[in-house]
């Protein structure tokens, strides 16, 4: 009796060993689970954050890229303005050079035509 008495003993102690040895063994699984969860959740935040930064670049940029456009639009007609007043005032440059020489040759014939009345005048 003693004996069966001492068996059951050490199967109860076994037992509860196993037990203990596998509330431990989840324990552990369940905080490594737990640690992995965790680091995992931190790392997903990153990448929000990483995703959040990135998106607002990506708009930053839109707008800049809009920006230079609009500034690309306007150099545009403004060179084109530019090249216009260019067009105009070589051509006024041009007249005038023209309504110049013509000038000068009337004074060339009145200056010759004063000489001659001023020769005949001597004479």
């Known amino acids: 009796l003693r004996a069966m008495h001492k068996e059951v003993e050490e199967r109860q102690l076994r037992t509860?060993?196993?037990l203990q040895n596998e509330y431990l063994n989840r324990l552990q699984g369940?905080?490594?689970?737990?640690?992995?969860?965790?680091?995992?959740?931190?790392?997903?935040?990153?990448?929000?954050?990483?995703?959040?930064h990135h998106k607002y670049e990506a708009a930053r940029a839109q707008r800049i890229k809009a920006e230079l456009q609009n500034a690309n639009v306007?150099?545009?007609?403004?060179?084109?303005?530019?090249?216009?007043n260019v067009d105009r005032l070589t051509t006024e440059n041009?007249?005038?050079?023209?309504?110049?020489?013509?000038?000068?040759?009337?004074?060339?014939?009145?200056?010759?035509?004063?000489?001659e009345v001023s020769g005949e005048c001597d004479g």
């Not at 403004?78 to 216009?84: N, S």
């Not at 041009?94 to 000489?115: F, I, S, V, Y």
């Open 30 to 52: 369940d905080t490594a689970t737990h640690e992995v969860m965790r680091l995992l959740s931190a790392e997903y935040a990153l990448l929000e954050e990483s995703l959040v």
């Open 74 to 84: 306007e150099l545009e007609a403004a060179l084109q303005k530019a090249v216009l």
């Open 94 to 115: 041009a007249a005038l050079r023209e309504r110049a020489g013509q000038a000068a040759a009337e004074a060339q014939t009145q200056a010759a035509a004063l000489h």
């Open 16 to 18: 509860a060993d196993h």
